[in-house]
């Protein structure tokens, strides 16, 4: 069974920078993707990137490419989400998800493929920046 946990959301300043950690288990090779992904009070979920586990590829929707980088650690199957220049709007509840992948897909498909019943999600973690 995949469980998926984040940590490392809180509050920072306008223009300050943080790391989001997500810890997946349960997967028995590395054919599988983690996103993550992030909403708002009162809006809907927003995508921010992904990253195809086996080879480290990364795809990040266009408002965030620039200002976040996704990258892994394949020992502790650790996934971090860098923030840098964060501005009152990235104010939001950030989740993680994996997905198995049942053959190979770019990291854009994975993302949406987590969005379906075959992904799995973490609690969230809430990130606050303040002006």
């Known amino acids: 069974q995949v469980h998926v946990t984040e940590s490392g959301g809180t509050s920072v300043q306008d223009g300050g920078s943080l790391r989001l950690s997500c810890t997946a288990s349960g997967f028995t090779s590395d054919d599988f993707a983690m996103g993550w992904f992030r909403q708002a009070l009162g809006k809907e979920r927003e995508d921010i990137g992904s990253?195809?586990?086996?080879?480290?590829?990364?795809y990040y929707t266009a408002s965030v490419k620039g200002r976040f980088t996704i990258s892994k650690d394949k020992v502790t199957n650790t996934m971090y989400l860098e923030m840098s220049s964060l501005k009152p709007e990235d104010t939001a509840m950030y989740f993680c998800a994996a997905v198995a992948l049942p053959m190979r897909l770019t990291p854009f498909q994975a993302l949406r493929l987590m969005t379906t019943g075959s992904g799995y999600w973490g609690p969230g973690t809430q990130v606050t920046v303040s002006s």
């Open positions: 990253i195809r586990w086996s080879d480290g590829v990364t």
